[in-house]
């Protein structure tokens, strides 16, 4: 019994020295692991992509990468910028550009491709850059009043907009460079990085410089999240995800019960209320257009545009022209959602209105003669009872209904009732076309039986 004791004993202490030397070695192979890997990043170039406006999500998208790329030790960092501007607050831009002035590794910004932009803070992001870059046909300016240490009063003031090889001959930016790799090697020039080039000779015979193999250039932009939360903070995205919010939610209003069309409006109301946060907006304009749908609401309740479609539509131009302070729209933009919502709320809507009320789940003919009670005087208009649902009601001018009587229902006009007194009033629809062809029969009956004679 002793003996296997010791034996299982011997046996536990060879099993933990084995683990304590798999242990060990596994820690050295991930330090050296570690450290190979820290040896290559030493020969990476961080290029990340910069588009729409610098809100939040982008502004601490580009802290990141840049706090990333110096924990590395990259050979250098690379914005490319096509930014009109900025849609955070101003301490926040502000201390992204100390950060990137501060930065402990070389920071380059490129204005590319062809046709971009950089304007107001983004062209301050190029300002603060240690090397900077533009496309031909790319533009840069506008930079606008932020007030940043970094930045001269002469740069804060310029308000006009360079383009290509002027920009460079201001001193905005330090070199024109067609493509991201004439950057990187205009780079070197200069002595920003270490040397990342080598010659290749072509087909030709003619030698050209690329980026060396050992260098590796990697490319880094939002992830799909965060792309998505950018792309509503737009102007144009977060306006249009607004209309189309509170057009779905009038049209599920309007059909009865949460649907698709309440739950497609809740959403898109969440991201436009996320993106109209972010951006600087007007609330009155925004109450204008709210107030707008209201009043739309008004006149598809009686089934016909009049007075309160005017306003909405006074109101939904005026609010849509003034919602922005500081960001602009296009007219493309403008003209679109302000026509196709007027063409869904006037023409769409009353058709899919009388889709879902003409369908056999509700039924108009067999509404027709029944009895509702008045839960408002009709004179002439008001609102009926019927089957503990609320219904919008018209009568007869010489027939008004007082509160709490009893009404007959004679026909339906869109979603607006017409109802009579239940005594007094007119014969039900129903009675008066049966009883036509009856009288009619009973006519010709009589216009077909002889005269009788004089005298019988």
């Not at 809100?55 to 706090?67: S, T």
């Not at 946060?277 to 598809?300: E, H, N, T, Y």
């Not at 403008?334 to 009353?350: E, K």
């Not at 076309?433 to 009589?446: G, T, V």
């Amino acid at each position: 019994m002793d003996e296997a004791l010791i034996n299982l004993s011997r046996v536990f202490r060879t099993s933990a020295a084995l683990l304590v030397a798999l242990f060990v070695f596994v820690t050295i192979g991930a330090s050296a692991a570690a450290a190979h890997t820290g040896h290559e990043h030493s020969r990476v170039i961080k290029i990340i992509e910069v588009s729409g406006l610098l809100d939040p999500v982008e502004i601490d998208y580009i802290d990141a990468q840049l706090q990333d790329a110096q924990r590395n030790w990259a050979l250098a960092i690379v914005f490319q910028i096509n930014s009109p501007g900025a849609a955070a607050d101003e301490d926040k831009i502000v201390e992204l550009l100390e950060n990137i002035d501060g930065a402990l590794i070389p920071v380059g910004v490129w204005i590319g491709q062809s046709g971009a932009t950089a304007k107001g803070a983004a062209a301050h992001l190029v300002a603060v850059a240690d090397y900077s870059g533009i496309a031909p046909g790319s533009r840069i300016g506008q930079f606008g009043d932020l007030s940043n240490p970094q930045i001269s009063e002469i740069e804060a003031g310029r308000d006009r907009l360079e383009r290509g090889q002027n920009a460079v001959d201001a001193g905005w930016v330090d070199v024109m460079a067609p493509t991201l790799g004439d950057f990187l090697l205009a780079m070197e020039d200069i002595g920003m990085v270490e040397e990342i080039s080598t010659e290749v000779e072509q087909a030709d015979g003619l030698v050209r410089r690329a980026i060396a193999d050992d260098v590796s250039v990697t490319f880094s932009k939002l992830s799909l999240l965060d792309q998505l939360f950018h792309t509503v903070a737009s102007p144009a995205v977060a306006y249009l995800l607004l209309l189309v919010g509170l057009s779905m939610l009038l049209l599920d209003f309007f059909t009865g019960g949460i649907g698709v069309a309440g739950g497609v409006g809740a959403g898109c109301l969440l991201l436009a209320c996320y993106g109209l946060g972010v951006l600087d907006i007007r609330p009155w304009a925004l109450i204008a257009l709210v107030i707008s749908m209201a009043a739309f609401g008004v006149d598809l309740q009686t089934g016909v545009p009049r007075f309160w479609t005017i306003i909405g539509s006074v109101l939904l131009v005026l609010g849509s022209l003034r919602l922005f302070v500081s960001h602009s729209m296009s007219w493309l933009t403008l003209t679109g959602g302000i026509v196709l919502t007027l063409a869904f709320v006037l023409s769409g809507m009353p058709a899919l209105i009388r889709t879902r009320y003409g369908t056999s789940t509700l039924g108009r003919d067999w509404m027709i003669g029944e009895m509702a009670v008045a839960a408002t005087e009709l004179a002439p208009e008001g609102t009926v009872l019927f089957q503990n649902a609320q219904w919008r009601a018209k009568v007869n001018r010489l027939t008004p209904i007082k509160e709490g009587e009893a009404a007959r229902i004679v026909g339906l006009e869109g979603l607006v009732l017409e109802v009579e007194p239940e005594e007094g009033g007119a014969v039900d629809y129903r009675e008066m076309r049966q009883r036509q062809p009856d009288a009619s029969s009973s006519e010709e009956s009589d216009a077909s039986e002889p005269l009788p004679e004089q005298g019988s």
